[in-house]
């Protein structure tokens, strides 16, 4: 048996706008806009992607799952993914070496220093 990943499902109060700051944040495109899911991917045929699916009820609790970005200047990421609309999260992580942020619908990301050598 052979899988492929396809893509990350993401509940959102709004999916079209958390999938579209998703989609700056990431410098990625979009691929689909129905009422009912909003996908975003790296490229056109390139996959996996995030899919932006509407739900009723709020988010309350921290997520299960997240994604972990390293980015190559990571103090400079953190500043411009602020400036889009994220901001910092506690989800007690206390002291690390990565920077926990929330999207616009509060869904927790890290944003990693540089890999150890």
Not at 18 to 24: H, I, N, S
Not at 37 to 58: C, H, N, W
Not at 74 to 102: I, M, N, S
């Amino acid at each position: 048996m052979t899988l492929e990943w396809e893509q990350v499902v993401v509940d959102a109060a709004d999916p079209a706008a958390l999938g579209r700051w998703w989609a700056e944040a990431l410098g990625w495109v979009v691929v689909g806009d129905l009422p009912d899911e909003f996908e975003i991917r790296p490229e056109k045929d390139r996959l996996p992607g995030l899919v932006f699916v509407p739900v009723p009820e709020s988010k309350t609790v921290k997520n299960r799952l997240h994604l972990d970005f390293r980015p190559d200047d990571r103090e400079a990421e953190v500043a411009r993914l602020l400036a889009l609309g994220a901001r910092h999260a506690d989800v007690g992580q206390g002291e690390q070496p990565w920077v926990t942020l929330a999207d616009p619908e509060d869904n927790e990301f890290c944003v990693l220093g540089p890999r150890r050598g």
